[in-house]
C-alpha cells in the first residue's frame, strides 16, 4: 500500500521537474506541456469518488490492485509516446487509473487496523511514504534525466512506474486482505457521469484563468460547471428520496464533522500549493538560484514531512494537527521576516524554516485525515476518501491559482521578468507568506474545533 503512495507522490513532482525537457525533446508547445500536467489531473480528480464508490461495492483489494495494474500500462504507454498528443491522452488514461487506487489506499488502511493506536501508526507511516515520495520526486526527476539511463532521456520518468507497478500487483495479491461495504451498494451512473463533467469545468478556470488572463470561455467553464454541481445535487437527493444508493451518501455529507474535515483539508492543501509556487519563484528569481539549487531547497520540506509523520504515529492525539498548523504558522512567519529584511545568511534560513514547516505538515496531514476518516462509518470508507481526495485536488488548484494571482499583484509584473526590481521579489514574498500565515492559524482554529 505504501508502495503505490510513493509511487504516486513521485510520478506527481518527477513529472513536473522533467517538464522541460519533455517540451525540448517531444518537442511539444508550452501549452501542450501544460495539458500533460492538467490532463492527469483532471482524471483523477473526476473519477476519485466513483473509484472510491467501486471499492466499497467490488472490493477494495481488487479495486486497488486493479488501479495499480493499469496506473502500470498507461505509465509504460506515456514512456513510450511519440507525440504530445499521444502522451496527453496518456496522461489523461493515467489519472484516471490513479482516481480508482488512491481512494482505496486510506480506506484499506482503515478496514485493516481496527485498533486506534495501530491505526494511528499506519497513518503515520503513510505520511511518511507521502514525504519520502516528495523527496524522491523532486531529486529523482533531475537525476534520471541528466544520466540518461540507457538513452531513454525523460522517458524514464514514466518507465521507472512499471517494475514498481508490477511488483506492487504481485505482491499485493497475497499481502493484501479483502474488504467491501458490508450494505449493499449500487453504482450511480447518473451521477458518475455529471462528477466527470463538474469536476474538470471547474478546475479549468483555477488552472489556467490566470495564465489565459481570463477570458470569456474561461468564466463560460465556470458557470457550466457550477449548473452541473446544481444538476448533481439534485439528482442525488432525488435518488436519495426514492431509496436509491447515491455516489455521495447523504448520511456522509450530513456529519458535520465530516463537512468540516473536508473546510480544514481544502483550507491546508490550498496554503501547501501555494507555498511551493510563492517558494520556488523567491529562490530562483529572488535568490537567483539555478533550478536544480532550487529544487534541492524542497529537500528539507520532505525530510521534515517525514519526520512530522512518523512522529503522529506515537502520539495519536486529536489536537496534533492544531500543533502541526502553529508551528507551520510561526515558521512563515519567520520566513516573511527573513525575506523582508534580506538577512546575510537567507538562503541557509529559509532551508532550516521550509523543512520546520515539512515537520508541521506531517503532524497536520496523518491525525487529520485519521480524525475525518473516524467519523465515517467503515461501509463508506472508499466513498468518504473519494470526497476527501478530491477536496484536495480543488485545495492544490485554488492554491496555486489565488496565491499566485497575488503574489503577481504585489510583485507589479510577471514572475521572472528582469525588468523587475530585486528588491520586489522579496517584499512580494514576504507579503505572501504574511497571507499563508494567516491561513495556517485558521487551520489550527479549525483543526482545534474538529478535535
Not at 458557470?223 to 448533481?232: C, D, E, I, N, W
Request: aromatic share 8%; net charge positive.
Amino acid at each position: 500500500m505504501l508502495a503505490a503512495t510513493f509511487m504516486g507522490q513521485v510520478d506527481g513532482f518527477i513529472v513536473n521537474v522533467a517538464s522541460p525537457t519533455i517540451q525540448r525533446e517531444l518537442p511539444a508547445g508550452f501549452d501542450q506541456i501544460q495539458l500533460v500536467g492538467a490532463a492527469y489531473v483532471f482524471a483523477c480528480a473526476a473519477g476519485l469518488v466513483t473509484g472510491g464508490r467501486l471499492g466499497d461495492r467490488f472490493g477494495r483489494r481488487r479495486v486497488f490492485l486493479a488501479g495499480v495494474g493499469a496506473f502500470t500500462v498507461a505509465s509504460l504507454c506515456c514512456g513510450l509516446a511519440t507525440s504530445a498528443e499521444v502522451l496527453i491522452l496518456c496522461r489523461f488514461l493515467q489519472g484516471a487509473c490513479a482516481a480508482a487506487l488512491i481512494p482505496q489506499e486510506l480506506a484499506i488502511i482503515q478496514a485493516t487496523f481496527h485498533d486506534a493506536r495501530e491505526r494511528g501508526r499506519a497513518f503515520g507511516a503513510y505520511g511518511v511514504a507521502l514525504g519520502l515520495g516528495v523527496i524522491a520526486g523532486i531529486a529523482g526527476g533531475g537525476v534520471l534525466v541528466g544520466l540518461d539511463v540507457g538513452g531513454m532521456g525523460w522517458r524514464s520518468v514514466f518507465l521507472i512506474n512499471v517494475p514498481i507497478g508490477v511488483a506492487i500487483v504481485v505482491v499485493g495479491r497475497w499481502a493484501i486482505r479483502e474488504s467491501r461495504s458490508d450494505a449493499a451498494v449500487g453504482f450511480d451512473i447518473a451521477g458518475a457521469a455529471l462528477t466527470a463533467l463538474a469536476i474538470p469545468a471547474l478546475l479549468v478556470p483555477l488552472m489556467f484563468g490566470p495564465r489565459a488572463g481570463w477570458h470569456g470561455w474561461v468564466w463560460l467553464s465556470a458557470l457550466a460547471g457550477l449548473l452541473l454541481v446544481a444538476a448533481l445535487a439534485r439528482q442525488q437527493r432525488r435518488l436519495a428520496d426514492r431509496g436509491g444508493d447515491g455516489l455521495y451518501p447523504p448520511h456522509v455529507l450530513a456529519n458535520r464533522r465530516f463537512r468540516l474535515g473536508m473546510v480544514v483539508l481544502a483550507v491546508f492543501f490550498a496554503g501547501n500549493a501555494g507555498l511551493y509556487l510563492v517558494f520556488t519563484y523567491h529562490l530562483q528569481t529572488g535568490l537567483g538560484l539555478d533550478s536544480l539549487t532550487a529544487g534541492l531547497m524542497f529537500t528539507p520540506l520532505g525530510v521534515g514531512f517525514a519526520a512530522g509523520s512518523a512522529i503522529t504515529g506515537r502520539l495519536n492525539g486529536a489536537r496534533v494537527p492544531v500543533i502541526g498548523a502553529a508551528l507551520i504558522a510561526c515558521c512563515l512567519l519567520a520566513m516573511a521576516a527573513v525575506a523582508f529584511t534580506g538577512a546575510a545568511a537567507e538562503q541557509t534560513l529559509l532551508a532550516v524554516l521550509i523543512g520546520a514547516v515539512g515537520v508541521g505538515q506531517g503532524l497536520v496531514v496523518s491525525p487529520l485525515v485519521a480524525v475525518v476518516l473516524n467519523r465515517v462509518e467503515p461501509d463508506h470508507a472508499g466513498a468518504a476518501t473519494g470526497i476527501a481526495a478530491t477536496v484536495v485536488q480543488f485545495g492544490l488548484a485554488a492554491g496555486f491559482s489565488l496565491v499566485g494571482i497575488a503574489y503577481r499583484v504585489v510583485l507589479g509584473g510577471i514572475p521572472g521578468d528582469p525588468a523587475i526590481d530585486p528588491a520586489r521579489h522579496h517584499v512580494a514574498f514576504a507579503a505572501v507568506a504574511l497571507a499563508l500565515t494567516a491561513g495556517a492559524a485558521l487551520t489550527g482554529v479549525l483543526c482545534r474545533r474538529l478535535a
